[in-house]
């Protein structure tokens, strides 16, 4: 994005860009057919899940001035029409918390002041709505959306990470309620005795942990050994809504031997229930605000607008990370100014407004990369084969799988060229081939075995499209007229859904990479050079690492505090941005310009695993890390229950080579690697070979 602060430059600029490319965003959906409907349906959840949830605090925090309706309703409409006239498709919007915090705050203000009680409540946010629309134009005419690029790696991540952990937060204090008495209940009844309460605790627990763990592992259902390919594609593509309508259904499963509100389940009134729309037509009363408080809006507005300016930049940046190799132009400007347009209509309507969420972005960005590499994977696959019935060289194949890659990432006039190609081919694969003598020599599905070796040949890719977000918006908006069927979902299914979502964020966040790193044992540290990694464990020193992760942790435990402080904790995205100069101007003052480089990189540069059990020269052991003994080889070999070992070696990882260590057998690791020529790991900057730093200490 070009760094510019002139009036009106970054919206032309964005305009332009994503103008171009408008009418391939909608053929590229249409283009996937039905597998569009994947993606579409786990973020659709992704999505309703929470702003259902958000919809019952705010009735309680409202005293039932706004509800899960218009939460719903405010998530349908702007997701609606950022998907038909937004900058960056891939963007997901909802109500979010820190809305929820500020709309609480504003009630309770408003509630105690005579001259605007319960019943100006929602004319005068309408104010509020279009002061912040105001400030929001502003900071879009004049390019405050420049400053994104100063947003490193480590502020998105650490950001990522503390919606994940408020997300958990909000899962286990709903599961520590569903002990305790509601408000605004009759304490008298049967379902609230303190027997029944305990009872209601612990079916949640069972709710809650089910729906987490199956959920978890029906995302993994490619990896099965079971069933059919079709089978564990569907499962992975579609379990997570699965899982949540099985557990649902499970909840009646004590039919009449409970009392009716075990388990206790949502509540929101139907929208045409007496009363649930007097709020669309809160216009009218916007004019019986008083003039000092619609003066006084302005200050809640600053505090909204900087909000929504933070949030729904790093939404949209993150959606749209380096790794998932977008080729369209950003939009952060023009988004931004649509997103003042959708504050004041929502204002002017008197329902919550909606800006782009974390994790769902990222998330429904994730999943679109699943669905390019299904299709990418079927031609590839197709190609491969095409070439091993005409008896080529395994080069040959791989050089014809690599143009018919090329050709289908052929960009058009106004996107840039695709950044990178397939991965190379696996080590054991060419040992294998080089095995026969003759790397020339033809080829069949037993020597390369395409099926199972095209995922890790794939890059990763995403094809920005709009079909996917109109979809699961137009499916929010429908939940509004299905309450009645979503009040049956019991609150401890969304409180699993909820620590799901946290943990299904974290895979990919280096900074939980590194947390998992520090409690690696210095012995097992190898096993994370065995493994695609990031270019920092190979360049920079463990301790560094170390300090840097610590410092990152202190941070991150500074801001989740202060979400605890009453009013001032929905700022905490000013302790975010303050990372900002921080990172520029601090942090090189004790960490080297180059280790900053690669901690805080920009871009998620993975190096390919490398063979633990390379030929190292013994000085270059000594400066490395302290490798696994045979003890700790053995222990990390599969063991079943029974008592038998199985060595984690394949036919296709053996090699003939006589220069190779027998101590470790694995289809990773036994061999010396063609490309690294056994003398450590290899730089993508220099291109040199160097030994590894992940075990030094200095």
């Not at 999505?47 to 939460?71: K, M, Y």
């Not at 729906?211 to 569907?234: I, Q």
């Not at 097992?524 to 560094?544: D, Q």
Request: aromatic residues 12%; positive net charge.
């Amino acid at each position: 994005m070009e760094e510019t602060f002139v009036p009106f430059r970054g919206i032309k600029n964005d305009l332009r860009g994503r103008f171009m490319c408008y009418k391939q965003d909608w053929t590229s959906g249409f283009k996937a057919g039905f597998r569009i409907l994947a993606p579409t349906t786990y973020i659709f959840f992704a999505s309703a899940i929470p702003v259902i949830s958000f919809g019952e605090q705010l009735e309680r925090n409202t005293d039932g001035v706004l509800t899960a309706v218009q939460t719903l309703a405010s998530t349908a409409l702007c997701g609606i029409m950022h998907s038909i006239i937004g900058g960056q498709p891939l963007l997901i919007l909802g109500v979010a918390e820190p809305t929820v915090i500020m709309y609480t705050f504003m009630f309770n203000f408003a509630k105690n002041r005579p001259e605007l009680g319960s019943e100006l409540f929602l004319a005068w946010t309408g104010w509020v709505c279009v002061w912040s629309a105001l400030l929001l134009f502003l900071l879009a005419i004049l390019g405050a959306c420049t400053l994104i690029n100063r947003f490193t790696r480590l502020v998105g991540e650490l950001f990522g990470f503390l919606i994940a952990m408020l997300f958990m937060q909000e899962a286990i204090k709903g599961l520590i309620e569903e002990f305790r008495m509601p408000e605004r209940e009759d304490p008298e009844s049967i379902e609230f005795q303190p027997s029944w309460r305990f009872a209601n605790g612990m079916f949640a627990l069972v709710l809650s942990f089910g729906l987490l763990l199956t959920a978890l592992r029906s995302r993994k259902a490619r990896s099965w050994r079971y069933g059919s390919g079709w089978l564990r594609g569907f499962i992975a593509d579609y379990g997570v809504p699965l899982m949540v309508l099985a557990w649902t259904a499970l909840s009646y499963a004590p039919g009449r031997s409970v009392p009716r509100g075990i388990p206790r389940r949502l509540f929101s009134p139907n929208p045409w229930s007496p009363g649930a729309y007097q709020n669309w037509t809160v216009i009218k009363d916007m004019l019986k605000v008083p003039v000092l408080y619609i003066i006084g809006a302005f200050i809640p507005a600053t505090m909204i607008a900087v909000l929504y300016y933070f949030d729904h930049s790093v939404a949209s940046q993150l959606a749209q990370q380096k790794e998932f190799n977008l080729r369209k132009p950003p939009s952060f400007h023009y988004d931004l100014l649509l997103l003042g347009f959708m504050v004041v209509l929502c204002g002017l309507i008197g329902i919550p407004p909606s800006n782009g969420v974390i994790p769902q972005s990222p998330m429904h960005t994730k999943s679109l990369a699943t669905l390019n590499q299904q299709l990418l994977r079927n031609r590839l696959v197709a190609t491969a084969k095409q070439c091993m019935r005409k008896k080529t060289s395994l080069g040959q194949v791989y050089g014809s799988m690599q143009e018919a890659y090329k050709h289908m990432q052929t960009p058009l006039f106004y996107q840039e060229p695709a950044a990178v190609g397939l991965n190379e081919m696996k080590d054991s694969t060419i040992r294998k081939v080089s095995s026969t003598g003759d790397m020339d020599a033809s080829v069949d599905e037993t020597t390369f075995d395409v099926e199972k070796e095209i995922d890790d040949l794939l890059p990763v890719e995403v094809k920005e499209q709009r079909v996917s977000n109109l979809l699961q918006s137009t499916m929010v908006g429908g939940c509004v007229g299905a309450m009645p069927f979503i009040k049956k979902i019991p609150t401890s299914v969304l409180w699993g859904y909820f620590a799901f979502m946290a943990i299904e964020s974290l895979p990919g966040n280096q900074f939980w990479e590194r947390i998992l790193l520090l409690f690696t044992a210095p012995s097992r540290r190898h096993k994370v050079l065995e493994e695609c990694h990031a270019t920092f464990f190979e360049t920079v020193p463990f301790k560094t690492i170390a300090a840097f992760t610590i410092f990152q942790a202190a941070y991150l435990l500074v801001c989740f505090g202060i979400t605890w402080v009453p009013i001032a904790g929905v700022l905490f995205p000013l302790m975010i941005m303050l990372l900002v100069p921080v990172r520029q101007y601090i942090l090189p003052k004790f960490f080297k310009g180059a280790h900053l480089q690669d901690l805080d990189a920009a871009e998620y540069e993975e190096e390919p695993a490398l063979p633990f059990s390379l030929p190292i020269a013994e000085g270059e052991m000594a400066r490395t890390a302290s490798f696994a003994s045979d003890g700790e080889i053995l222990d990390g070999m599969i063991t079943r229950s029974r008592g038998e070992i199985k060595r984690m070696c394949s036919f296709k990882g053996i090699s003939s080579s006589p220069q190779l260590s027998d101590k470790v057998c694995s289809p990773r690791v036994s061999g010396q690697s063609p490309r690294l020529g056994g003398r450590g790991s290899f730089s993508p900057r220099t291109g040199e070979a160097k030994p590894s730093n992940l075990g030094k200490s200095v």
